[in-house]
């Protein structure tokens, strides 16, 4: 397998609220730290996708007027390139507003954005109370492995899971997709729609881990890296939340 991670950063420019930047550089750097090679590149409005270019594609959070300009470049310019990088097995990460791009549609207001079709859900932005503060759900990326993803969520949306979406984790606090349902995200096998960021990943580095494996082919568990300041940034994640 290629000890080689390649990143595809989706509207880096635009969909990058709340630090989600430092998902891209928890990347590099753990990659580093273990001399795997590491490239990213970077697919703007209007800039055709190639499907076969990176192992992971990734799409931040964004505001809502830099998410109807990238709702509409994905569904229009994008669509049969990032559906044809997740049939062929690419990891696909998605954050927030990039979650609510992932699905059918994101109603916002009177205005329907399209969204790419990747996952079976659709988004909703509702007239009630921003779902803000800390969360811990619980995740089961390979049968009988349980384990704990912490972050913070801020979002309007309210995200409904179709009969055809599995969630990618059940919420232990916090508000999660509707803030009802007790599910968060939604995960189709590789391809992956979260609401937690601030950024999500330097906090729980095991996933990081688990998303640099699985994109690149690389036997789990990647070498052993000190992480007593990953660990902790985790653990005080967990206790924000009450976990």
Not at 89 to 114: D, M, R, T, W
Not at 165 to 191: S, Y
Not at 215 to 236: F, K, R
Request: proline share 5%; glycine share 14%.
């Amino acid at each position: 397998m290629p000890e080689r991670l390649r990143v595809c950063a989706l509207y880096p420019d635009l969909m990058n609220i709340y630090a989600d930047r430092g998902n891209l550089l928890m990347l590099q750097r753990r990659c580093a730290w273990r001399g795997i090679g590491f490239a990213l590149t970077a697919s703007h409005l209007g800039e055709a996708l190639d499907p076969d270019g990176a192992d992971l594609y990734y799409i931040g959070g964004g505001q809502d007027r830099d998410q109807r300009l990238c709702a509409r470049d994905l569904a229009e310019v994008k669509r049969d390139a990032i559906h044809a990088a997740a049939d062929r097995g690419a990891v696909v990460l998605a954050v927030c507003g990039g979650y609510q791009l992932l699905g059918h549609s994101y109603q916002l207001g009177s205005e329907p954005l399209p969204g790419v079709g990747l996952v079976d859900v659709t988004t909703v932005r509702a007239e009630g109370p921003r779902l803000i503060g800390n969360i811990a759900i619980e995740v089961e990326l390979a049968p009988g492995r349980r384990r704990v993803l912490a972050g913070f969520e801020n979002h309007g949306g309210r995200t409904q899971l179709g009969p055809a979406a599995q969630p990618l984790g059940r919420v232990l606090a916090g508000h999660g997709n509707d803030g009802r349902t007790g599910h968060e995200g939604v995960r189709r096998g590789r391809v992956i729609g979260t609401y937690m960021h601030g950024p999500l990943l330097p906090k729980n580095a095991w996933f990081a881990d688990w998303l640099i494996a699985t994109a690149t082919g690389l036997p789990e568990p990647l070498g052993a890296l000190d992480d007593e300041l990953e660990a902790a940034a985790h653990a005080q994640a967990r206790q924000a939340a009450g976990i």
